[in-house]
């Protein structure tokens, strides 16, 4: 019996509705969030492809976004 949630525009599914089968699902939102899920307010990009930039950015002396 799975339990669904959407998020962002994203389906979450828990198998196991326990603790730890949340925490597990949490972490995997939580990179989706970060590496794979575009931000409008970033510019489009993830908050690791943000972060990825300014600190190229930083390198070579330009400013970030």
């Known amino acids: 019996n799975a339990h669904g949630v959407r998020l962002g525009g994203y ?3 828990c198998a196991d509705p326990t603790v ?3 925490l597990e699902e949490l ?3 939580e990179h989706v ?3 794979i899920r575009p931000h409008q307010a970033l ?3 993830t908050p690791w492809e943000l972060i990825q930039k300014w600190q190229q950015e930083k390198q070579t002396g330009k400013e970030a976004v």
């Open 11 to 13: 389906e979450l599914s």
């Open 20 to 22: 730890s089968g949340l």
């Open 27 to 29: 972490r995997e939102w």
């Open 33 to 35: 969030y970060n590496h």
């Open 43 to 45: 510019g489009y990009l």
